[in-house]
């Protein structure tokens, strides 16, 4: 490279600096180049032209970021007056903070009162909001799981409603939705896991393909089922759950290829879901659900459709096209098809939309709880500042600004937010793991916790607190003239007749939010003693059931099943306490309920839209007298009837009004159309039972024909064990079902009453926290009363004075300032018990045998109220009354 030639590259790259910068050193900058060069020159041509290129590029570089560089210039006198205007600002702020804090400490009573209100309402509505996040608003665990429906059948006629999907509709609906993508059918059983430590029984999900591509999930080893692993004569193949592949697998990465045996049969193990996948609710396993349309068409429906939106598809598109699907199926198969449509909807709304109710119940009671607590406080704040009067009045004169009295109050209403917020904290922690204990069982449950959602409800929480309800003692005192308050001329109270109105109205406005609250807790008091004292059909006292199920491939026929329950009923029925055993799939209030369509004998079989169903229920021979089940009509099954010349059968009150209202049902032939495994014969009825509330003690008894078991199977049942109070049986029948089989578990064991328990649990929690949302509002307006009372009549003492030293009665002075309480509560009590009366069928989801409008709950709400209020106004009033007048009168 050519001396000339770098020079020229030099030049051209120092040109990027100013000019009065060249001007200055590009001749000393040039020399310094020359020199370089010259040193490197006899390196040769490449060194020359890389060190030319480096300080080109360098001195490009430096020139280009000086001749760019900002110009720095002098603070304007603006930007320096705002500075001093923000510095000022945040000392002013400092100060007040420091004056409220000083105030605070003056008056503990007050600021204890004040803070730990606003903390249980904060505290209350944290935690409350906390689990209908979690449960409700919170979306799925899923890759976009808005996208993800739940499909099922809807009945038109008198039958069950919602239902489960026939395998060939979901076929068809998975055909010919173009808004659906994906749709699985999903059937869950228990099953016994046995080859990996003790026996467990284990819910299972049956799917029709593999769940974990819907769901848009891989699996942590392995693969997902495909279509291919599904239809008679392919091999038993298992995807395992996270929790299993943890416990019972020990996460070994080598479990592929492995087998498990489910109940006795072994399944190949082909893949591990992610510990996401929760679905079905419980599930644990997931295995190719094998049906046969020949066997189990139309009218066998057994799955629950899951899927997935197509992109851009919307809800609302996908429910016209099913109904559209549904249409033509009526008309291509009217003997099945002629009554059903398909519901589809979000698939969250599916798994919590049973709770929503409920919840949202306990999100509006502890709102109202946070207003009562915010209205308290507010009132507190209003009668602290009619205090101040005289000191507004002189910082006012003294020149004061109106923002700045305002940013004064509010500071101490921010302060006291923000302390009470913090408790509030601490208390909504404690009381998120006693709801997390009560709420345990339900789907996504273990999701709830203080997250980002939650404290950014609480920190909005805190801000409209303070600006609302603080703001209010704020302006209140800006309205106060100079003169009045330097003066001490003011109202009867030291208060305006306005700010008096409005704190009058605040009394009234919590009142009438105790009155809602009370009414509610009354009403939920009077369900769950309806719920207890419901008629089940039996006797609940002393019974102990547990379900068994048998290995199917050990006992695939009826003889063997029913020589295995017959054998386990006589030794149970030995054991020393015990007074009957008897068996019985699908017990009442448990789960396990197949219903079909009824047909009886020489009548003309109905059309599909006049058919009407009933459940069945195969049952031991002791079932009816060990759950004490009357007999009306007939007899009831008997061990003979097991292997009879003739099926027989035993139906239920309501069966018999339904479909013999003038005839005598015994004798009569009937068949139902479903089958457990092994047919469905035409019973001939030889008896007439009580009615029993099998499905829930709220839903009315349904029905019900009970079929010999050994005649129609199934393989599990639950056994039903009566024994005499206070005698442990457990043990003895323990031992006895494991010398039966020892691969054989006992699970799902509970006593009548607890299963009765289970029905009223829900109930039983939103009466629980309702019950002391609504304890906690009555304290709180007791409280908020009293202190308004005990603090207006404080302020009123020189006048109650001169009105006894001119010969008032005491009795006249305690009327007076005991209706100083009354009047507001009573006004706030109509309101609330009007606003309770219009809006009483807002909650009637989760009533049960109680009207809303219940005249007895209205009543004593009224009455429990007036009694808090006058309780909170006799102390101020007695004290009032005992004031002696020349005291009074000497008071400045």
């Known amino acids: 490279m050519s001396d000339w030639l770098a020079e020229t590259l030099f030049r051209l790259a120092a040109r990027a600096y100013p000019g009065a910068f060249r001007r200055r050193f590009s001749d000393s900058m040039l020399d310094t180049f020359r020199e ?25 570089v430096t020139g280009l970021a000086e001749r760019f560089r900002p110009i720095e210039r002098p603070r304007t006198h603006r930007a320096t007056r705002r500075r001093s205007e923000m510095r000022v600002f945040l000392e002013s702020l400092y100060k007040e903070a420091r004056f409220a804090l000083r105030s605070f400490l003056k008056r503990p009573g007050f600021t204890l009162l004040a803070v730990v209100t606003l903390a249980l309402g904060i505290g209350a509505n944290t935690a409350i909001f906390s689990v209908v996040d979690a449960v409700l608003l919170e979306p799925l665990p899923y890759p976009d799981s808005g996208d993800l429906v739940s499909v099922r059948t809807r009945w038109s006629g008198p039958g069950p409603g919602l239902e489960s999907l026939s ?36 819910d299972v999900a049956r799917v029709t393909k593999g769940l974990l591509q819907t769901f848009r999930l891989a699996p942590v080893l392995g693969r997902d089922l495909r279509d291919e692993d599904f239809g008679a004569g392919r091999p038993a193949l298992v995807v395992v759950g996270h929790d299993l592949w943890q416990s019972r697998l020990g996460g070994r990465r080598d479990v592929l290829g492995k087998t498990i045996v489910l109940n006795g049969k072994a399944y190949e193990i082909v893949g591990v879901a992610p510990e996401e996948l929760d679905y079905p609710f419980g599930a644990g396993l997931w295995i190719p659900r094998d049906l046969d349309p020949e066997r189990c068409g139309r009218g066998c429906h057994t799955l629950l459709g899951v899927g997935r939106l197509r992109a851009g598809a919307t809800l609302e598109e996908a429910r016209v096209e099913v109904n559209r699907i549904s249409s033509n199926l009526a008309e291509a198969y009217p003997e099945t098809n002629a009554q059903k449509s398909f519901a589809i909807r979000s698939l969250r709304d599916q798994i919590v939309g049973n709770l929503r109710p409920g919840l949202l119940l306990l999100l509006g009671a502890v709102g109202l709880v946070l207003l009562i607590a915010c209205a308290n406080v507010a009132n507190l704040l209003l009668v602290k500042a009619s205090t101040r009067t005289g000191e507004i009045a002189i910082r006012t004169a003294l020149g004061a600004s109106r923002p700045r009295l305002v940013v004064q109050t509010l500071v101490e209403s921010s ?36 997250d980002g959602a939650t404290l950014s409800f609480t920190l909005v929480t805190l801000v409209v607190i303070t600006v609302i309800f603080g703001g209010v003692p704020a302006f209140s005192l800006l309205r106060k003239p100079i003169r009045a308050g330097m003066t001490g001329i003011s109202g009867r109270d030291g208060a305006s007749r306005g700010r008096r109105r409005f704190r009058n109205g605040l009394m009234a406005f919590e009142t009438a939010l105790a009155a809602l ?7 939920l008091l009077k369900t769950f003693v309806a719920l207890y004292s419901v008629d089940v059909g039996f006797d609940r006292r002393d019974v102990t059931r547990f379900t068994v199920i048998l290995p199917e491939v050990r006992y695939g026929s009826l003889e063997a099943i029913r020589s295995f329950y017959r054998s386990l009923e006589e030794r149970i029925r030995a054991v020393p306490g015990v007074e009957d055993v008897g068996s019985v799939w ?40 060990t759950m004490r089940i009357p007999i009306r009509k007939g007899r009831g099954l008997d061990v003979d009837d097991d292997d009879g010349p003739e099926p027989v059968a035993v139906i239920n009150e309501r069966f018999a009004r339904e479909f013999f209202p003038t005839e005598d049902p015994i004798g009569q032939r009937v068949r139902l159309t479903v089958s457990l495994g092994f047919g469905s014969p035409t019973w001939t009825i030889v008896g007439v039972s009580r009615d029993v509330r099998s499905r829930a003690l709220d839903t009315e008894p349904e029905a019900e024909i009970y079929v010999p078991h050994g005649l129609y199977g199934p393989e599990d049942m639950t056994v039903t064990i009566r024994s005499r109070a206070g005698v442990p049986i457990l043990p003895a029948v323990r031992e006895i079902l494991h010398d039966a089989d020892p691969s054989v578990p006992m699970y799902r064991v509970e006593t009548l009453v607890e299963a009765i328990d289970r029905q009223v649990a829900p109930t039983r929690l939103y009466l629980a926290l309702i019950a002391v949302f609504a304890a906690l509002a009555a304290v709180m307006a007791a409280v908020g009363i009293y202190g308004v009372v005990a603090f207006v009549a ?42 309770a009366w ?25 009455a429990l109220l007036l009694l808090v209020a006058l309780t909170a106004t006799l102390v101020p009033a007695r004290r009032a009354s005992r004031i002696d007048p020349v005291t009074a009168l000497r008071l400045e």
């Open 36 to 60: 370089g060069v010259s040193e490197r020159r006899g390196r040769g041509d490449v060194t020359v032209f890389v060190y030319a290129i480096r300080c080109s590029g360098n001195v490009l």
């Open 167 to 202: 395998y060939p509709d979901l076929v068809d609906v998975e055909r010919e939705a173009a808004t659906i993508d994906s749709l699985v059918g999903v059937n869950t059983s228990s099953m016994t896991l046995t080859d990996l430590g003790d026996p467990v029984v284990m």
């Open 415 to 450: 302060l006291l937010a923000l302390f009470g917020g913090l408790l509030g904290l601490i208390v909504a922690v404690s009381s998120l793991r006693l709801l997390s204990n009560l709420l345990s069982g339900l789907p996504r449950v273990e999701s709830i916790g203080l």
């Open 517 to 523: 609250l009370l009414v509610g807790a009354g009403l």
């Open 586 to 625: 699908g017990p009442p209030l448990g789960r396990g309920h197949a219903t079909g369509d009824v047909i009886v004998s020489g009548r003309p079989e109905p059309p599909p839209s006049e058919a009407r169903s009933a459940s069945v229920h195969p049952i031991g021979p002791g079932f009816f007298s």
């Open 794 to 835: 404080q302020q009123r003492t020189r006048e109650i004075g001169l009105r006894m030293a001119l010969g008032a009665p005491r009795r006249a002075v305690s009327r007076m300032v005991v209706l100083q309480g009354l009047v507001p509560t009573a006004c706030g009590l109509v309101l609330g018990l009007l606003a």
């Open 838 to 862: 219009l809006g009483g069928r807002a909650i009637e989801a989760v009533l049960f045998g109680v009207d809303p409008r219940d005249p007895w709950i209205f009543t004593g709400t009224a």
